[in-house]
């Protein structure tokens, strides 16, 4: 479904990947790990055309993402659930949906009864602005707001991040119950135990290049994690 | 550059003995006292506290003087410190609470604006003894062929005005390049970049600020005091009030207010722009009212979008980009073999 | 001192009225603010121009005066959407003082354009209408006109920036500008859409102030700082804070007019305005 080809991409003069390939399979639960700084989330804005690309291919579905305008992604079936969560703080939760529905209005209703069925809490706090939430209904409510648009893909930029553990065990079986539902995930952490018992496939990436890549329970078993996270 | 500079002003002087009709040397005063406002004006303004209210000191400058001297008989002398300190107060009214508040750029300038406006009311509402919208002349001190008056700062020869003001303006540049070498400016130019940051390592943002807004305002209205003794016509529209406060802006940024002499420049440009434009449409320039106004505002929009450092600061930087690709090109090694 | 209390009353009567028509002319500045973070010094003149449009639509060309109301609003609106495409846009990621300066060449240039136009004489719409009595005041039909529309348009502003798709985007926008297109939204079609709207509001505006006062090419130099003040009072971007400061500042200007000279009323409320910078200068709603 995605190909990622050969990608190079950075801030200005600072370049933070180089020459990176990955592929996501319909249906799969991908993720990539590496520790602070490897270049995780430049690779998902990459993929999302939040930043250009100076280098490589994106393709979704065979359609070249490279030319394509920031805001005609979500169109292609990919959607962006962004690092720290980046809800609307003065609206409400509903308006948060809402504007993750921007690019579907007429399946607004029905995406929306969907989406209060997979997270009851956010149906409570409906109309409550959206920075009074705790940071794992923030989560939640941020991935709804992504779900909203009916994507074939979902990019989820570090969701356990700055939550308490008792927490990041629900969002983890949240994502687990996506992917049952049939989305295809591409999921970037840095908490790797976790991450690995959710996912099919991962990708090691470090200082913006992949170092190993494979099935997740050969990556969790082989010591390679250990040696790029420790620096040795 | 300083023997440049020297000449330069030397040649400048000598400009009054070379015969130059009475309008030519009116539009070379104007132009000085203008650049020394401008100049006035990019102390600040460089800093990134950009006011839009200084119309507000210069028409206190103004106003000041002409009131003191037609209605209690007070010297210019007296009514210029007088008018300086006004000013300096209003300046420290309204700039302590922005600067102690961190009320910076739109806030800052829509505040600047509110005051050049208040001082343009309050001089209208005033006007059983400012004279409101038509304006106030100050009495003669030039009776029986006296051609001057120093107690009055009246001179009707233009030749001694040119000195005067060719003189403040030198002033006004030597303050400019005072204030640029201070540390007050280094600290401002921290200030302007992360405040925060610089308040952290114990620059006093408050009184830093403080102190060049005195400095720009105090200037100022002393340009206030003599376009009033000069024109010997002073009207609230146009000493006072958004107008002006914004022809200052753009003259500063015309001319490209990083650079000393870049207010002067634009003060040159302003003045060309207006004169050439008489000059071209002779009588249509009466018919068409307004027309230097559309040229003005069309330049400004197409400076600020396209040459946002200036005239001068434009060709500096053109220079010293030449320079650099020459200076490269000779020290570094060529291609052809040749060792 | 009945006859006293009657005119005090009307002079607030008439403050309330003023403070809904400064609202609806805050309110548009205070969406391009708070929203694409640009002041437009030259809101005044666009305002003018709006006149304008109405008193040649209909004294010119004899449209009916409704007709000639909407095509003036119609005029703003798209004029502000031009000049943000065109004048702002290209600055938009510069100093924030380049684009109010970008702007106030625009006043220089609205202004000409009107002198050029128009001449420098003043015209008036000449719409007479009967004053409404109220026992023994005595209230301008216009103004009272006038408020209701404001009121009309302030709440028509409320409504599509909370029921609306694009409303929504707008508020959303001004929260968190980086993320927009993760939405399928683009931020420049939000900043177009919101200058017209900012624009229309202006339009709105013009269409109530030229059935009261008389157009010149330079007024926008008389209510334009008014219109800075109050949205700095009430907290630049904050539309609640411009409203409550615009009714407190009509306030001022009418009864402080009706104690003293009417231009000592402008002064007083200026002064007002100098004292709350002094004490909050973010402004009475502004955020610290």
Request: with cysteine; net charge positive.
């Amino acid at each position: 479904m995605l190909a990622v080809s050969n990608l190079s991409a950075g801030y200005g003069s600072f370049q933070a990947l180089f020459g990176v390939t990955l592929e996501v399979r319909a249906g799969e639960a991908v993720a990539v790990i590496g520790p602070n700084g490897a270049g995780k989330t430049t690779l998902l804005r990459a993929i999302s055309k939040l930043i250009e690309a100076s280098a490589g291919e994106i393709t979704m579905e065979g359609t070249r993402l490279n030319e394509l305008p920031a805001h005609e992604v979500i169109g292609r079936g990919i959607a962006h659930v962004p690092e720290n969560r980046r809800l609307f703080p003065r609206l409400t939760v509903e308006e948060n949906l809402r504007m993750g529905a921007f690019s579907a209005r007429r399946k607004f209703a029905e995406r929306l009864r969907f989406a209060y069925g997979l997270f009851p809490r956010l149906e409570e706090r409906r109309d409550q602005p959206a920075g009074t939430l705790s940071g794992g209904e923030q989560q939640m409510c941020a991935i709804a707001r992504a779900l909203m648009s009916g994507p074939k893909l979902l990019l989820l930029d570090e969701p356990s991040a700055g939550l308490a553990p008792v927490v990041v065990q629900s969002i983890f079986a949240l994502v687990k119950r996506i992917c049952a539902e049939g989305y295809t995930v591409l999921i970037v952490e840095q908490n790797v135990q976790q991450v690995l018992k959710v996912v099919d496939r991962a990708y090691l990436l470090e200082t913006g290049r992949i170092r190993s890549s494979g099935a997740a329970a050969t990556l969790a078993a082989s010591g390679e994690i250990q040696r790029s996270y420790l620096g040795l | 550059m300083k023997p440049l500079a020297f000449a330069g002003v030397a040649l400048l002087a000598l400009l009054p003995l070379t015969g130059i009709g009475n309008y030519p040397l009116h539009l070379v005063i104007m132009c000085l006292l203008w650049a020394y406002v401008y100049t006035s004006w990019s102390i600040m303004g460089r800093l990134g506290m950009v006011s839009l209210g200084h119309g507000a000191f210069l028409g206190i400058g103004a106003y000041a003087v002409v009131m003191f001297w037609n209605h209690f008989g007070l010297s210019p002398w007296i009514g210029a410190p007088v008018a300086v300190l006004l000013s300096l107060a209003l300046a420290v009214v309204i700039g302590l609470p922005c600067f102690r508040f961190r009320i910076v750029g739109h806030y800052f300038a829509l505040v600047t604006l509110a005051l050049s406006e208040v001082t343009r009311l309050v001089i209208v509402a005033l006007r059983d003894y400012t004279g409101g919208s038509l304006g106030a002349t100050p009495n003669t001190a030039l009776a029986q062929g006296n051609a001057w008056s120093l107690a009055a700062v009246q001179f009707s020869d233009k030749w001694v005005w040119f000195y005067v003001i060719l003189a403040v303006w030198l002033v006004g540049l030597w303050i400019w390049a005072r204030v640029d070498r201070s540390m007050t400016r280094l600290a401002l130019e921290a200030i302007s970049q992360e405040e925060d940051a610089a308040a952290s390592i114990g620059i006093n943002v408050t009184r830093s600020k403080l102190f060049v807004t005195l400095i720009s305002a105090g200037m100022t209205s002393i340009g206030g005091v003599l376009y009033a003794q000069y024109q010997l016509y002073i009207n609230p529209e146009t000493v006072s009030g958004i107008g002006i406060s914004l022809q200052m802006v753009f003259g500063a940024i015309a001319g490209g207010m990083f650079v000393m002499l870049g207010p002067t420049v634009g003060a040159v440009f302003t003045l060309l722009l207006q004169e050439g434009l008489r000059l071209a449409l002779g009588d249509a320039f009466k018919q068409f009212p307004a027309l230097d106004l559309a040229v003005y505002g069309l330049m400004l929009v197409l400076f600020i979008i396209y040459m946002p450092k200036g005239i001068l600061g434009a060709a500096l930087e053109w220079r010293s980009r030449l320079t650099h690709r020459i200076s490269i090109s000779n020290s570094s090694p060529s291609i052809g073999g040749r060792q | 001192m009945e006859i006293f209390d009657i005119f005090l009353l009307e002079a607030v009567v008439n403050g309330i009225l003023l403070g809904g028509l400064l609202a609806l002319l805050s309110l548009g500045l205070n969406l391009i603010f708070g929203v694409i973070d640009v002041v437009w010094i030259c809101y005044a003149e666009l305002i003018m121009i709006g006149m304008y449009t109405v008193f040649v639509l209909h004294t010119q060309y004899g449209w009916p005066l409704v007709a000639a109301m909407a095509a003036g609003v119609g005029v703003v609106a798209a004029l502000g959407a031009a000049m943000h495409q065109f004048v702002i846009r290209p600055v938009l990621a510069a100093e924030p003082i380049n684009q109010l300066l970008v702007t106030g060449g625009m006043l220089f240039l609205l202004q000409a354009a009107a002198t050029l136009a128009f001449g420098i004489d003043f015209r008036n719409l000449g719409v007479r209408m009967t004053p409404i009595v109220v026992g023994e005041m005595s209230i301008s039909a216009p103004r009272v006109i006038a408020f209701a529309a404001a009121l009309a348009g302030v709440a028509a502003t409320w409504l599509l920036l909370t029921r609306t798709y694009i409303g929504t985007a707008i508020r959303a926008i001004s929260q968190d500008r980086a993320i927009m297109p993760l939405m399928g939204v683009n931020p420049d079609r939000v900043f177009l859409v919101t200058s017209a709207l900012g624009g229309a509001l202006a339009g709105l505006g013009a269409c109530l102030l030229v059935l009261q006062y008389d157009i010149h090419p330079a007024i926008g130099l008389t209510f334009g700082p008014i219109v800075f003040l109050i949205c700095v009072l009430g907290g630049l971007g904050n539309m609640l804070g411009g409203l409550v400061a615009s009714f407190i500042f009509a306030q001022f200007i009418s009864v402080g007019g009706f104690f003293l000279h009417i231009e000592w009323g402008y002064v007083i409320a200026f002064a007002f305005f100098i004292a709350v910078m002094f004490w909050r200068p973010q402004g009475i709603l502004g955020a610290r």
